[in-house]
T-cell receptor, first 112, second 114 residues
């Protein structure tokens, strides 16, 4: 039978283009969100975070947008490079505030 | 600065056998986490330690999983007996003060249960 979670959403972009990765979170009580990048064979790596009192936060080549009304997060990567190829996860802190719950992830492939 | 170390990197066992994973966090990091990551899914927290005390183990299947951090530094995670559904990557992470934005992950141990 089919296993939940094996069909990872995928996104392919040309090198130099901008990438947008979306995430729908589940708990309206979540007030802190993080995007992680996970390369093959490695653990997740923190990219950027945002708290619920903000709609947008920018980092180096990355921007996170938060829409609390529809419980949606997006990660924008400017001028995508081959080194950006990885699986990207969003995580929310849920009711407890301390433990983070990861989404399924999106696999980004950058085409040279 | 050395990162989080984990061993072994790969392990294959038969169901009903036992297995143990080891983690050495970044020096000085008080908080240590063990996560389970099933293929195609995000990591799921199993247990969180602050020094040698357990902060959260609500998602740890305690009938078969156990973890310890006796001296507040290294940690071991054990599965006894293993089931097929335990096949996953087991990730260890550490942080200085417990904030997720400063959480550093190790490379993980890939467990295959046959």
């Amino acid at each position: 039978g089919e296993s939940v979670g094996l069909h990872l959403p995928t996104l392919s972009v040309q090198e130099g283009d901008n990438s947008i990765i979306n995430c729908a979170y589940s708990n309206s009580a979540s007030d802190y969100f993080i995007w992680y990048k996970q390369e093959s064979g490695k653990g997740p790596q923190f990219i950027i975070d945002i708290r619920s009192n903000m709609d947008k936060r920018q980092g180096q080549r990355v921007t996170v947008l938060l829409n609390k009304t529809v419980k949606h997060l997006s990660l924008q990567i400017a001028a995508t490079q081959p080194g950006d190829s990885a699986v990207y996860f969003c995580a929310e802190n849920g009711d407890t505030g301390n433990q983070f719950y990861f989404g399924t992830g999106t696999s980004l492939t950058v085409i040279p | 600065e050395a990162g989080v170390a984990q061993s072994p990197r790969y392990k294959i066992i038969e169901k009903r056998q036992s297995v143990a994973f080891w983690c050495n966090p970044i020096s000085g990091h008080a908080t240590l986490y063990w996560y389970q990551q099933i293929l195609g899914q995000g990591p799921k927290l199993l247990i969180q330690f602050q020094n040698n005390g357990v902060v959260d183990d609500s998602q740890l299947p305690k009938d078969r999983f156990s973890a310890e951090r006796l001296k507040g530094v290294d940690s071991t995670l054990k599965i006894q007996p293993a089931k097929l559904e335990d096949s996953a990557v087991y990730l260890c992470a550490s942080s200085l003060m417990g904030g997720p934005d400063e959480q550093y992950f190790g490379p993980g141990t890939r467990l295959t249960v046959t």
